[in-house]
C-alpha cells in the first residue's frame, strides 16, 4: 500500500511547498513535512494535502530526527 504523500500527482507534487516559507516539503506517509519549521500538514482521505498554517502539527525532536533520518539502501 502507498502512503497518501506517494500517491499525490507527481505534477502537483513538485509544486507543493510550505505555505508559511515557501520551500520544499518532506514526503512523510500520510503528510508532509517542513523540517526547517518542524510541522507537518496532514493529506485527507480524499489524498487531498491540507496546507493550512493554523492545521500545521508540530513535530518534536524524536519524530523530526525520524522523519530526517535516510532509510537505509539495501544491500
Not at 516539503?25 to 508532509?32: C, N, P, Q, T, Y
Not at 502539527?57 to 525520524?66: G, L, P, T
Amino acid at each position: 500500500m502507498t502512503s497518501r504523500a506517494a500517491a499525490i500527482d507527481p505534477i502537483t507534487r513538485e509544486r507543493l511547498v510550505c505555505p508559511q516559507d515557501h520551500e520544499p516539503l518532506l514526503d512523510a506517509g500520510d503528510e508532509l513535512y517542513n523540517p526547517r519549521l518542524r510541522v507537518a500538514y496532514r493529506i485527507d482521505s480524499d489524498g487531498i494535502p491540507v496546507m493550512l498554517a493554523d492545521e500545521a502539527r508540530s513535530v518534536d525532536d524524536a519524530e523530526h530526527a525520524a522523519l530526517t533520518t535516510p532509510a537505509p539502501k539495501p544491500e
